[in-house]
């Protein structure tokens, strides 16, 4: 069995909402077992027999879509690749010190191409750094998400979709389901 987590675009915004139970309950219709949400913010951690991340995230985006009735992209990580990326560490100590922003970390559906990736890190400025490393984006605001500046929508035409987490959240979640 192999450890994911979906993460998972869009949910409990607006009029849609629902419940970890309830999509912990969709996780285990669609077969995957040892499932748990963390947050109410889409973050799934299950076990799988499938070996193809391609057919899993698949499976989900059918399942959810049946279930819930929309879309709900996701960008699925093995349990590896999350430890991964919490151990990253693209800013340095005194940048973290100074900084009244969070660290966010955008999950990204592939890894961006070198040009999406220069055209991404030129936006880069004091107030919002930014660094690429495999399929994530890392990014550390001045100060709260609806202060930067930071065209968040161009860099989502450079990178494709994306789904946006506190560095925070994903320590949290690997510290209770991954380690």
């Known amino acids: 069995m192999k450890r994911y987590v ?3 675009r869009g949910m409990n915004l607006g009029r849609r909402r629902i419940k970890n139970g309830e999509l912990c309950a969709c996780f285990a219709d669609m077969g995957f077992s040892s499932v748990a949400a963390f947050l109410a913010s889409g973050n799934v951690i299950f076990n799988t027999a499938l070996d193809d991340p391609a057919s899993v995230s698949a499976r989900i985006e059918s399942g959810l879509q049946q279930a819930l009735r929309y879309d709900v992209p996701t960008f699925l990580r093995s349990a590896d690749e999350v430890r991964a990326i919490t151990r990253y560490q693209p800013f340095m100590t005194a940048q973290l010190e100074r900084s009244k ?10 890894q961006p191409t070198p040009a ?4 991404v890190l ?7 750094r ?5 399929c994530e984006l890392f990014w550390l605001p001045s100060g ?5 500046e930071l065209d ?5 035409a450079e990178l494709g979709p994306m789904t946006i987490r506190t560095r925070n959240t994903l320590e949290r979640l690997v510290a209770k389901y991954l380690s």
């Open 6 to 8: 979906a993460f998972l």
């Open 101 to 110: 922003g969070k660290p966010q970390v955008a999950l990204l559906v592939k």
């Open 116 to 119: 999406a990736e220069r055209a």
């Open 122 to 128: 030129e936006l880069s400025t004091a107030a919002d």
């Open 130 to 134: 930014l660094d690429i490393h495999g």
């Open 144 to 148: 709260g998400l609806s202060e930067s």
């Open 152 to 156: 968040l929508k161009r860099i989502a």
